[in-house]
């Protein structure tokens, strides 16, 4: 949430949580308190609002999903029931404003299944709930005010605070794997077919030319400000090796940046242009990168 404070998670239900700009980490066992959702699931997503505010989304191996929210920094986590079994993403636009995105799987091999949204302005005690018959099977939600895009294998867009959805198009179909939002309208998306693409109305995308089509995947990308932005993937289509692309001009053009983590990079998220985290698979032990003006790399 700013330069100091962010968390983790990962397997088994664990969360970690840093106070120093990520050079020391507390929480992460079984037995602490800041284990909110037991051995049975796995951090599918977390997103805090600031310091103290945040939700987390687990899932199980069967797809049953858990959510959980905190109001004292992960200290304590409060269960919520919302009556979704298979949620794929969360974003909080607010402490009590949260949405969820998911898909209502009464047949595991029906593909075609209805994307469930859910919208809840009470801190998760009651919730709104909209059924979209389109076949987009978004696996990621992003709201900002009135305006909210979930994003997977196709695209859903609301400008209406979710009464109204329409399904936004590509041009053609695309393995979505991150997107970013440098505004309402000014969005941009990378797959994991190493594709880069741009909207400049949050409805309509553009696949660009650049950076890379074909064997390099592409798997997160961040925009913290309008002209400079990130995206990291994989050099090859086994997930082996780095790859970071930077640009400073709102991607009109990119080049690469040097990364000395070994396997794919699976997120990257920037608060500002000079600092910013990006996350990798590499069994090495080198899980983690950070960079900053007065910092240039550290290893966790």
Not at 102 to 122: L, R
Not at 229 to 242: A, F, K, T
Not at 256 to 263: D, I, K, M
């Amino acid at each position: 949430v700013d330069a100091t404070h962010g968390w983790a998670g990962g397997t088994r239900g664990r969360i970690w949580k840093t106070v120093n700009g990520g050079k020391t980490w507390t929480g992460g066992s079984l037995n602490d308190s800041l284990n909110g959702l037991g051995p049975q699931n796995s951090v599918v997503q977390l997103d805090f609002v600031d310091r103290s505010d945040g939700w987390v989304l687990g899932q199980d191996d069967w797809g049953d999903s858990t959510v959980m929210t905190t109001n004292d920094g992960g200290l304590f986590w409060r269960p919520v029931s919302t009556g979704a079994q298979f949620t794929t993403g969360i974003c909080a636009a607010s402490a009590a404003n949260v949405w969820l995105v998911g898909q209502d799987w009464m047949d595991y091999n029906d593909s075609q299944a209805p994307t469930i949204v859910k919208q809840s302005s009470d801190g998760g005690f009651g919730w709104q709930t909209s059924t979209i018959t389109a076949p987009a099977m978004p696996y990621t939600i992003a709201a900002g005010g009135d305006s909210v895009c979930a994003v997977g294998d196709g695209i859903l867009v609301s400008s209406d605070a979710g009464a109204t959805w329409q399904s936004g198009s590509s041009g053609q179909q695309y393995w979505f794997a991150g997107a970013d939002a440098v505004s309402a309208t000014d969005v941009w998306a990378v797959d994991s077919g190493g594709a880069l693409l741009h909207s400049s109305d949050g409805v309509r995308f553009a696949e660009q030319p650049y950076p890379i089509r074909g064997a390099t995947a592409l798997m997160g990308i961040s925009f913290p400000d309008v002209s400079d932005g990130w995206v990291v993937g994989s050099s090859d289509e086994y997930g082996d090796g780095s790859v970071i692309l930077h640009t400073s001009d709102g991607g009109a053009t990119w080049g690469p940046q040097q990364s000395n983590l070994g396997g794919e990079l699976d997120g990257v998220d920037f608060i500002d242009a000079h600092t910013g985290w990006a996350i990798s698979d590499d069994n090495s032990g080198r899980s983690e990168e950070h960079t900053s003006e007065l910092q240039s790399r550290q290893y966790i």
